[in-house]
């Protein structure tokens, strides 16, 4: 995926300078302020954690999966957790004021009356609460009420007080899996409880990084979330920290290890669990703000992975099993046939905005162009999909995916290398949930997905940022059975995506993750077989970005507006073994429309860049393996260089 985060350098002409007085801005709140009342950034981790628990509870094979009582679950919860972000910030509004992390929030920083805030935070608790009970059932309305009263009224008050509000606050934090379960099947197990258990020890090494960040903020504001006592602190840091991080290396590797015919689970657990453990000793021997920076991005990549890599291991019970389901061991490998039937349960529908890079920050860009400033386009997916991309069929696909990227130097519209304009690096990391049914639209079965992104940027002397991207929703998938045209089998599907703006963004700072902009990006793909052993899949986007009305502050600007962008992924591929594919892949992205800031077209400045580099994929019976390089050329107005995109999937 594209990474390349904008590095805000040289200011903008006069005449874009802001002239709107502060307290003018101050008594004006918008939508936008309600939906940080809701702490988005943690609700989507709530929801992707409630989805497992849900899909671990739910009995018989996936072809019976309720999409609405899932559909009840998830609107349920992410009611009750965006409630109780907007009531958190009503309680502590007076000393998140305090705090330079939580000052711009609304109610501190003035834009909206606390009543506001109040009220939209009880009707929507109460409405989250009453809607699982009465459309779910009463375990998961309970649970959900117990989590919301003890997360307010109880650890709330403590953070306070003492520095054990972190144990404390860990119980309400790892309810989401056992809301999830309870709505499936309608009451609690061990299988259930064990993801309780891997959420409740997560949360200790991820807040310690977040509370050793900011603890001079938590200082000024008066929470007792470390001890006060300097002697002490650390210590007791660094014990929150590696004793919870080695309690989850037994504990998520056991639901993979009994009776278990693939070894690739438990690999997979321990794998992950080790990085995290590793981030985790890195942090305690530095005592850095990098390095529990880092700490928190392996956190968060960490969580969705392992909830996903368990729960499928506690379900694979043979009663859970399809007995009818063909296995990729029994196919042979040259006939597209046995491709499609071998990916018939994959859901290869990858976003067509697969944020799980940095997203360019909708600004003004580090250069300068002709006189005039430049609106980047956001993080688009190039690359990110690759072969087989058109096949799939009903069931689930999870997915876990991670690219690295070095921007060696940014271009200006003739497609030279910009004077002073030195290397990004960035890692990033995706997790992408998807499901098609068996109802048939058009002629093709539908489906949903949630895309959940996070990403780390190092731009060198500009600054740095990291944290969660846009999250990635689509409601509307067709799936397309496949059929035979000239000779060739054809599997097409077509798909919109949209970007919610949930991620890191801040107009204090030259990098951000975040765009702060909704998107709109459809896109068509189609995979054709011409041969039993050749494939080639080509994925066509459009993109559509709306206004960013509160950009960066060095910009002077009101407001900003990427353009419109086509892009397109492409592929060749070979079998030359059973589930192994090679060839080259592809991309190449043409903005077609120019950016504007504050309503002004900026000329001379739309983007392009091609790619092209070796990709291959295989698989081991529902496990696919990803691993595609790029070297970019032919760029202008922007940052280009050479990537690795890494990904693994299970499908269901």
């Given at each position: 995926m594209d990474a390349k985060p904008v590095l805000l350098i040289n200011g903008p002409p006069a005449a874009a300078i802001d002239c709107r007085c502060p307290s003018d801005i101050g008594r004006h709140f918008s939508l936008s302020d309600y939906w940080a009342l809701t702490k988005p950034e943690v609700n989507f981790l709530i929801v992707i954690a409630t989805f497992v628990g849900f899909y671990l509870g739910s009995p018989g094979p996936l072809d019976q999966f309720t999409l609405l009582q899932m559909v009840r679950t998830l609107f349920g919860t992410l009611l009750v957790a965006s409630g109780s972000g907007a009531l958190n910030q009503f309680i502590e509004r007076d000393f998140d004021a305090q705090m330079r992390r939580t000052r711009r929030r609304p109610l501190t920083a003035g834009r909206m009356e606390p009543s506001r805030a109040l009220w939209f935070g009880v009707v929507l608790s109460i409405a989250g609460v009453v809607s699982l009970t009465m459309a779910v059932n009463l375990l998961a309305g309970v649970l959900a009420a117990f989590t919301l009263l003890s997360y307010l009224f109880v650890y709330t008050p403590l953070k306070r007080k003492t520095a054990m509000c972190v144990l404390v606050g860990a119980v309400p934090g790892a309810m989401p899996p056992l809301i999830g379960y309870a709505a499936a099947i309608g009451k609690l197990s061990i299988e259930a409880w064990v993801l309780f258990l891997i959420l409740f020890l997560w949360q200790f090494p991820h807040f310690m990084a977040i509370a050793w960040m900011y603890r001079e903020d938590y200082d000024r504001a008066g929470y007792l979330v470390l001890p006060q006592t300097r002697a002490t602190r650390f210590r007791i840091v660094a014990l929150q920290t590696m004793l919870p991080l080695a309690a989850l290396l037994p504990i998520s590797l056991a639901p993979t290890l009994p009776d278990r015919a693939e070894t690739i689970p438990a690999v997979a657990a321990s794998t992950l669990s080790l990085a995290f453990f590793y981030f985790g000793a890195q942090f305690v021997r530095s005592?850095?703000?990098?390095?529990?920076?880092?700490?928190?991005?392996?956190?968060?990549?960490?969580?969705?992975?392992?909830?996903?890599?368990?729960?499928?291991?506690?379900?694979?019970?043979?009663?859970?099993?399809?007995?009818?389901?063909?296995?990729?061991?029994?196919?042979?490998?040259?006939?597209?046939?046995?491709?499609?039937?071998?990916?018939?349960?994959?859901?290869?529908?990858?976003?067509?905005?697969?944020?799980?890079?940095?997203?360019?920050?909708?600004?003004?860009?580090?250069?300068?162009?002709?006189?005039?400033?430049?609106?980047?386009?956001?993080?688009?997916?190039?690359?990110?999909?690759?072969?087989?991309?058109?096949?799939?069929?009903?069931?689930?696909?999870?997915?876990?995916?991670?690219?690295?990227?070095?921007?060696?130097?940014?271009?200006?519209?003739?497609?030279?290398?910009?004077?002073?304009?030195?290397?990004?690096?960035?890692?990033?990391?995706?997790?992408?949930?998807?499901?098609?049914?068996?109802?048939?639209?058009?002629?093709?079965?539908?489906?949903?997905?949630?895309?959940?992104?996070?990403?780390?940027?190092?731009?060198?002397?500009?600054?740095?940022?990291?944290?969660?991207?846009?999250?990635?929703?689509?409601?509307?998938?067709?799936?397309?059975?496949?059929?035979?045209?000239?000779?060739?089998?054809?599997?097409?599907?077509?798909?919109?995506?949209?970007?919610?703006?949930?991620?890191?963004?801040?107009?204090?700072?030259?990098?951000?993750?975040?765009?702060?902009?909704?998107?709109?990006?459809?896109?068509?793909?189609?995979?054709?077989?011409?041969?039993?052993?050749?494939?080639?899949?080509?994925?066509?986007?459009?993109?559509?970005?709306?206004?960013?009305?509160?950009?960066?502050?060095?910009?002077?600007?009101?407001?900003?507006?990427?353009?419109?962008?086509?892009?397109?992924?492409?592929?060749?591929?070979?079998?030359?073994?059973?589930?192994?594919?090679?060839?080259?892949?592809?991309?190449?992205?043409?903005?077609?429309?120019?950016?504007?800031?504050?309503?002004?077209?900026?000329?001379?400045?739309?983007?392009?860049?091609?790619?092209?580099?070796?990709?291959?994929?295989?698989?081991?019976?529902?496990?696919?393996?990803?691993a595609n390089g790029y070297q970019e050329f032919a760029a202008q107005n922007r940052a280009t260089g050479h990537k690795l995109v890494l990904r693994i999937e299970k499908t269901f």
């Amino acid at each position: 995926m594209d990474a390349k985060p904008v590095l805000l350098i040289n200011g903008p002409p006069a005449a874009a300078i802001d002239c709107r007085c502060p307290s003018d801005i101050g008594r004006h709140f918008s939508l936008s302020d309600y939906w940080a009342l809701t702490k988005p950034e943690v609700n989507f981790l709530i929801v992707i954690a409630t989805f497992v628990g849900f899909y671990l509870g739910s009995p018989g094979p996936l072809d019976q999966f309720t999409l609405l009582q899932m559909v009840r679950t998830l609107f349920g919860t992410l009611l009750v957790a965006s409630g109780s972000g907007a009531l958190n910030q009503f309680i502590e509004r007076d000393f998140d004021a305090q705090m330079r992390r939580t000052r711009r929030r609304p109610l501190t920083a003035g834009r909206m009356e606390p009543s506001r805030a109040l009220w939209f935070g009880v009707v929507l608790s109460i409405a989250g609460v009453v809607s699982l009970t009465m459309a779910v059932n009463l375990l998961a309305g309970v649970l959900a009420a117990f989590t919301l009263l003890s997360y307010l009224f109880v650890y709330t008050p403590l953070k306070r007080k003492t520095a054990m509000c972190v144990l404390v606050g860990a119980v309400p934090g790892a309810m989401p899996p056992l809301i999830g379960y309870a709505a499936a099947i309608g009451k609690l197990s061990i299988e259930a409880w064990v993801l309780f258990l891997i959420l409740f020890l997560w949360q200790f090494p991820h807040f310690m990084a977040i509370a050793w960040m900011y603890r001079e903020d938590y200082d000024r504001a008066g929470y007792l979330v470390l001890p006060q006592t300097r002697a002490t602190r650390f210590r007791i840091v660094a014990l929150q920290t590696m004793l919870p991080l080695a309690a989850l290396l037994p504990i998520s590797l056991a639901p993979t290890l009994p009776d278990r015919a693939e070894t690739i689970p438990a690999v997979a657990a321990s794998t992950l669990s080790l990085a995290f453990f590793y981030f985790g000793a890195q942090f305690v021997r530095s005592k850095s703000g990098k390095a529990a920076r880092r700490l928190l991005f392996a956190s968060i990549l960490y969580l969705p992975a392992i909830l996903i890599v368990d729960a499928n291991a506690l379900r694979e019970p043979a009663s859970y099993r399809d007995p009818h389901r063909i296995h990729p061991s029994s196919l042979g490998p040259l006939d597209h046939i046995a491709v499609r039937n071998f990916v018939h349960s994959l859901l290869a529908i990858l976003p067509s905005r697969l944020l799980l890079c940095v997203a360019l920050l909708i600004g003004l860009q580090s250069i300068s162009l002709h006189g005039q400033s430049h609106v980047s386009e956001p993080a688009v997916n190039l690359g990110d999909t690759s072969f087989l991309d058109g096949p799939a069929g009903p069931g689930f696909v999870a997915e876990q995916i991670g690219d690295a990227a070095h921007d060696g130097k940014i271009t200006n519209s003739a497609g030279n290398a910009v004077p002073g304009a030195g290397a990004v690096n960035s890692i990033s990391g995706l997790t992408h949930i998807a499901w098609l049914s068996h109802k048939r639209v058009l002629g093709a079965w539908y489906g949903v997905e949630i895309v959940l992104s996070a990403a780390h940027v190092n731009a060198g002397t500009t600054g740095d940022a990291g944290g969660l991207g846009a999250t990635t929703v689509s409601p509307f998938i067709l799936q397309f059975p496949e059929h035979r045209l000239l000779g060739m089998a054809i599997d097409q599907r077509a798909d919109v995506d949209f970007d919610l703006p949930t991620g890191q963004y801040s107009r204090d700072s030259n990098v951000s993750i975040n765009s702060n902009a909704f998107t709109v990006h459809p896109y068509y793909s189609i995979t054709a077989f011409p041969r039993k052993r050749i494939e080639t899949s080509w994925r066509v986007h459009y993109l559509w970005n709306s206004v960013n009305n509160d950009p960066p502050i060095s910009t002077g600007a009101q407001s900003t507006q990427a353009g419109q962008v086509i892009h397109f992924n492409a592929t060749a591929a070979y079998s030359f073994y059973k589930g192994l594919w090679i060839g080259p892949n592809g991309y190449y992205i043409k903005q077609i429309t120019d950016g504007k800031i504050d309503g002004v077209a900026l000329h001379n400045s739309p983007e392009q860049v091609g790619a092209i580099g070796p990709g291959l994929v295989w698989n081991h019976r529902s496990w696919f393996f990803y691993a595609n390089g790029y070297q970019e050329f032919a760029a202008q107005n922007r940052a280009t260089g050479h990537k690795l995109v890494l990904r693994i999937e299970k499908t269901f």
